[in-house]
């Protein structure tokens, strides 16, 4: 009940007193304490110096402490358990047990319990989610069936563990693959925030090789054709979970001979295939062949051929292609390899050089054609006699061949589709262009020479004179551009000739050279002004009429006068005859002297107010021409300049303005010269300009007046004067009611004291300055001066008084005398007031609930600028009041039939209780037998009274569970049904549970049951059992996921997909296919009817509405047999097969086009993008309507699977009659 306080003392100086005890030495030990109650403490020196209060409270009630659990997080994987790690220091009392708690509770208080043990091994229980973070503690308290009582007051709960359980990620390693190549992709599946790998399960595992063994589509590559199984490994939050796959890499097929075996006319040939690796059967284009050698159909000697070969696994070859030809006899021999060339129009003859070969059925001709080497080029002729023009489509100044060509006889010429067909290299032969030159275009030139132009149709060619008076110069006769000089001017005729071989073409152009006109007798002459000039000369030589370009003139025979040009005005003037000839330019400048003159002004400085005008006297002593005028200038040099013009009058005077100083020399001149507009042209040459008069303007004055805005009664203001100008300087000013005077000497300022009664404005309104000329100003300019009036705060008399706990709000503003209205309120106190006591707004102070002490508070008066604020305190004293503790509530039962009243915090002083308003006894502890309510009323030596209730209670009712909550089983066969009391009412905690009869427990959830019937009971702390409540837990549905065995079809069929459930479709909430390959609207889900592609598994999972789920899987296997069948002997005079067409499987989805050929690879019949098994798409035997002969042709057929596949098949037809 009691405790005592010591702590050792140090710094200061010793000896050291605590609570008016002298210690010996440096440490504290203190009498005892009421067990709650505060203490405070002042440590004082023997310097009287002293410590920081030293104050708290201590509890001795309870002992119990549950110690430490360590604060790293623990973490498990889906079916695992953790073990809390708890670190000691607990403090357990004589009845005191400990245990471990899982619950949801961050710190040290207990959330929703989910399992209790005294192992602290915890594994996911019933209602704790995945992801989430929980908290195991250890709890000590009173033993209650061995846990502790959680209503213990003494139950200490240390600040859990957190835990956290991670569901184990789902691992998918894809669908089983197989290939024919050494690379294959994997297609496993890796969730968000999850690593994987891949490792070898089975197989020659130094021939396997993995890309990237933590990617879900690496790429896996072999050495080797094996069967493999690999593992992919998922892990999510250090958890693992993992699938397998099959992958198969397949032999391929190698051709390790080809062979060809012409007939006996080496006419055709057949090619023999040895196949090895690979899986047998194999197939070649199509066809299954018995064993490794193949042998193919007759194909045309030069003709090429194609084999698709593949195995029985569909590993196939690259296509096979190449061409072979048969040895022939038949030579076309030797032709002259000697160029032949003929003009255009004229005919070649060739004739071979008689060394070529033939056989029985050969024949030869000569063909004309563009070919060099022995293959024919472009045909454009053919004869036996070797005489050959140019034909249409040949081109001129082109080489071309003929060559001698031996074949079969095709009629009476050799047949080109003749496979020993032979073609001499040809004898070049071309035929030449006649040119075709143009001489130019007939031309008139001035002078004795000229650039002929003419136009070269691509030759040599040379230039010769046809007709003229005299002789002709050519400076390179051969160029179509040569310059040609004559010795005579007159008519000319030029002939130009072109060369082809001995092919040639000309053509004539006419010049006439003209002679050159030239100038004489130039002469430059004034006007009577001077102001301008005029240009003469003749013109000698040419042919007239004359025309002058670049000055304005006109001609009088062959002398040309210019119109007036302008004073040392530059000019330029050409002349052309009436033949266009140009004479040359004349070009030059004359000047004039010049007249003008502007007078003379008087140059004695003058002086002016800036105000004021400037005045310039001038003596009227000009002399202008006839189109001169005169005009003053204002600017800024002395002498005959200008300088910088600020402004012009027609009179001399100017007024100060924009852009112009006081204080500077400025000069207004005389100007004359040439009027443009009234205005003088500045540019004239003649401009005439007087030395300047001199003037200047000064300052007009200004004055200023400054001083105090505002001052309170009976305080003295300051003006300030203060000007610029020409001093002294006479300012006029006014108080409002008269007008006064002050000269300012210089520029220091003047003050002046003024004492205003009220507020007044000081408005000064003109100036003057001292010397010549006088300048003034009239001004604008005022100081108001607000006087303002003082404040009082008030007094107040004494302090007030009042017991702590008394809620009472005081006015503070009406505990004042005389105070003005609008201040504002503070706290001073040296403890300020706890919030909401004190209203700075309002100015009130509520002592409700406030202990002891002295509170002071400040009134504040704000005053007019400048006078000063005034202030009043006001003090309030709360002394403490008593403690009155009547003790706890109690219970009275059968086993505590009385209780004793008050409790330890009550403090000294007289003591009264109440019972039902009835004074029943005045001692500080009373004991009672019945039930109500205690008042204890306690009064001290301050006269504050304080009182406390305390309520005695008799209570036997017992627990009742008012809400209960059950879990059928989830999935069938599971035993994990749950029953929970959600919610009860009880009087006595803590309560217990029980099921049929069972031990109670704390935890207030049954878990892992099983289906059945169960009968609830509570029991409180006094051992009051409720009445029974019975539960029921129900078992789940139980349904199956059957698919049935594996499919193998071919491609092309389709296949139905259903999954077996054992129970009606509506009783399932959902149903899962991996792959969904049937989107078809209106699908059933527990099926998916769809065509494969590919090999591959296909998955299902079924799930009920509680989200239990079953799965199965089914691997279909797709053949590919490639099912397209070409007959390969007709009838077309047949009832039955009377055409041939394409017979094919499902498989096929088009086939894209069906060619067939003769013997020599001439294109007889096509079809393209059709269907098979359609007899519309037929071949009848017939080529552009004619029925052929019986014989063997060749096809091939591009066919698409529907797997997007093509596969190129070759093959023979026999046509029979």
Not at 740 to 753: E, K, M, P
Not at 760 to 771: I, K, M, P, Q
Not at 882 to 898: E, K, M, R, T
């Amino acid at each position: 009940q009691n405790y005592t306080v010591s702590f050792v003392i140090s710094g200061g100086v010793a000896p050291y007193s605590v609570a008016g005890q002298q210690l010996s030495d440096s440490l504290f030990v203190s009498s005892p304490i009421l067990a709650g109650q505060p203490y405070s403490f002042f440590i004082t020196d023997s310097k009287n110096c002293i410590s920081e209060e030293i104050a708290g409270s201590y509890d001795c009630n309870c002992s119990t402490f549950s110690g430490f659990m360590d604060n790293i997080q623990l973490a498990a994987c889906e079916g695992e358990t953790i073990s809390a790690i708890f670190l000691g220091s607990e403090v357990l009392d004589g009845n005191d047990v400990g245990a471990f708690y899982l619950h949801d509770g961050a710190g040290s208080s207990l959330g929703t319990i989910y399992d209790q043990n005294t192992s602290g091994v915890f594994g996911l229980s019933t209602g704790m989610l995945y992801e989430t973070v929980y908290y195991v503690s250890f709890v000590t308290g009173n033993d209650l069936n061995g846990f502790p009582d959680l209503s213990d007051p003494c139950l200490s709960v240390s600040t859990g563990q957190p835990i956290i359980f991670h569901q184990n990620p789902v691992a998918y390693a894809g669908i089983d693959l197989e290939t024919c190549a050494d690379t294959l992709v994997m297609g496993a599946n890796l969730p968000v925030n999850s690593l994987g790998h891949w490792s070898v399960l089975t197989g020659n595992q130094p021939d396997i090789t993995i890309e990237n063994s933590t990617d879900p589509q690496s790429a896996v590559t072999t050495l080797s054709p094996g069967v493999y199984t690999l593992e992919w490994t998922v892990t999510t939050n250090g958890c693992s979970n993992s699938d397998t796959t099959t992958i198969s890499f397949y032999d391929s097929p190698a051709v390790s001979d080809i062979q060809f075996v012409c007939d006996a006319a080496n006419e055709f040939y057949t090619v023999q295939l040895t196949l090895s690796g690979g899986n047998l059967p194999y197939s070649v284009n199509g066809s299954v062949i018995p064993d490794s050698i193949y042998h193919s159909i007759a194909i045309v000697s030069g003709q090429s051929y194609s084999f698709l070969v593949s195995d029985t696994q569909g590993c196939s070859l690259p296509l096979i292609l190449g061409s072979h030809l048969c040895n022939c006899s038949t030579d076309a021999g030797t032709m002259s390899p000697n160029l032949i060339s003929k003009c255009v129009g004229q005919n070649i003859v060739v004739t071979s050089n008689n060394d070529y070969t033939l056989d029985a059925n050969d024949v030869f001709s000569y063909i004309l054609h563009d070919g060099s080497g022995n293959v024919l080029g472009q045909v454009f002729d053919q004869n036996f006699n070797g005489v050959f023009s140019l034909k249409a489509g040949m081109n001129p100044d082109q080489t071309y061949y003929v060559s001698l060509v031996v074949g079969n006889a095709n009629g009476t010429i050799p047949d080109q589709s003749d496979p020993c067909f032979s073609v001499s290299v040809g004898q070049p032969v071309v035929w030449l262009q006649y040119p075709d030159p143009n001489a130019g275009i007939d031309a008139s030139v001035c002078g004795d020479s000229t650039v002929l132009n003419a136009d070269s149709s691509g030759y040599n060619g040379i230039w010769t004179k046809v007709l003229g008076p005299g002789t002709a110069t050519f400076s390179n006769p051969t160029d179509p551009e040569s310059q040609v000089s004559v010795s005579t001017f007159g008519l000319y005729i030029f002939q130009w000739t072109e060369t082809n071989g001995a092919c040639k073409g000309s053509d004539q152009v006419i010049v006439r050279f003209n002679q050159v006109p030239t100038l004489d007798n130039l002469s430059e002459d004034c006007n009577g002004t001077n102001t301008g000039y005029t240009v003469s000369f003749t013109v000698e030589n040419g042919s007239s009429p004359y025309t002058a370009n670049g000055f304005p003139g006109s001609f009088q025979g062959n002398l040309f006068t210019s119109s007036i040009i302008n004073n040392n005005e530059a000019y330029s003037i050409e002349v052309t005859d009436g033949n266009g000839c140009l004479a040359g330019a004349v070009s030059g400048n004359h000047f004039c002297p010049c007249s003008t003159y502007a007078g003379t002004l008087d140059t004695s400085l003058q002086i002016f107010c800036a105000d004021d005008p400037a005045l310039a006297i001038w003596n009227n002593n000009a002399v202008l021409d006839t189109d001169d005028t005169i005009q003053f200038v204002l600017h800024d040099i002395s002498g005959p300049g200008l300088g910088t013009i600020l402004a012009t009058n027609n009179q001399p005077i100017f007024s100060f303005g924009p852009g112009l100083q006081t204080g500077i020399t400025y000069y207004i001149s005389v100007v004359a010269g040439s009027n443009i507009a009234g205005a003088i042209d500045l540019t004239d040459d003649c401009l005439s300009v007087s030395p300047g008069a001199p003037v200047q303007w000064k300052d007009i004055p200004m004055a200023f007046i400054t001083g105090d805005t505002s001052i309170c009664s009976g305080d003295t203001a300051l003006l300030t004067f203060s000007g610029t100008g020409s001093f002294p300087l006479e300012l006029f000013y006014s108080d409002g009611n008269s007008q006064l005077t002050l000269s300012i000497l210089d520029s220091q300022a003047v003050s002046l004291g003024i004492l205003p009664q009220s507020s007044t404005t000081y408005s000064l309104f003109a100036v003057e300055d001292g010397s010549l000329p006088v300048c003034s100003a009239a001004l604008n300019q005022s100081v108001s001066i607000m006087v303002g009036q003082g404040v009082t705060a008030g007094e107040f008399t004494d302090t007030i008084k009042l017991c702590s706990g008394v809620d009472t709000t005081y006015n503070l503003f009406s505990l004042l005398t005389g105070a003005d209205a609008n201040g504002n309120w503070i706290e001073i106190s040296d403890m300020v007031s706890p919030p909401g006591a004190f209203d700075t707004s309002l100015g009130t102070f509520t002592t409700g609930n406030l202990n002891q002490g002295l509170f002071s508070f400040k009134y504040l008066v704000a005053a007019q600028t400048p006078c000063f604020n005034d202030s009043s305190i006001i003090t309030i004293e709360i002394a403490e009041s008593p403690v009155a503790d009547a003790g706890p509530d109690q219970v009275i039962d059968c086993d505590n039939p009385s209780a004793t009243l008050g409790g330890p915090s009550t403090s000294s002083g007289q003591y009264i209780w109440f019972h039902n308003g009835q004074i029943i006894d005045s001692v500080q502890q009373v004991s009672v037998q019945e039930g109500g309510a205690y008042t204890l009323q306690v009064t001290n030596d301050s006269g504050c009274s304080q009182s406390d209730e305390a309520v005695i209670q008799a209570d036997n009712q017992a627990p009742n569970a008012e809400l209960i909550s059950a879990e059928d089983i989830s999935c069938f066969g599971e035993i994990d049904g749950v029953i929970a009391v959600d919610s009860f009412t009880s009087v006595h905690f803590p309560v217990l549970y029980a099921l049929n009869n069972e031990p109670f427990q704390q935890n207030p959830i049954f878990t892992n049951l099983e289906p059945g019937t169960y009968v609830l009971h509570l029991m409180d702390a006094n051992g009051c059992v409720s009445s029974d409540d019975t539960i029921q837990i129900n078992q789940a549905l139980n349904f199956t996921s059957e698919l049935g065995p594996d499919i193998q079809v071919s491609l092309g069929d389709s296949v139905l997909l259903h999954v077996e459930t054992g129970v009606p479709i509506n009783s399932l909430d959902t149903i899962l296919w991996q792959p969904l390959y049937d989107q078809s609207p209106g699908r059933i889900i527990s099926e998916q009817h769809f065509l494969p592609l590919e090999s591959g598994v296909v998955s299902v999972q079924v799930i009920d509405s509680n989200g239990c789920f079953k799965t199965d899987q089914i691997m279909i296997s797709v053949l590919k047999p490639k099912r397209v069948y070409i007959p390969n002997v007709f009838n077309p005079g047949s009832d039955l097969n009377s055409s041939i067409y394409i017979f094919a499987g499902k498989d096929v989805a088009m086939i894209e086009y069906w060619s067939i050929y003769d013997r020599w690879g001439s294109k007889l019949f096509e079809l393209n993008d059709f269907l098979p098994n359609d007899p519309a798409y037929s071949w009848d035997g017939t080529y552009r309507g004619s029925l052929l002969n019986p014989g063997v042709f060749v096809y091939e057929a591009l066919v698409r699977f529907v797997n997007g596949e093509t596969t190129l098949y070759k093959g023979d037809i026999t046509l029979i009659r």
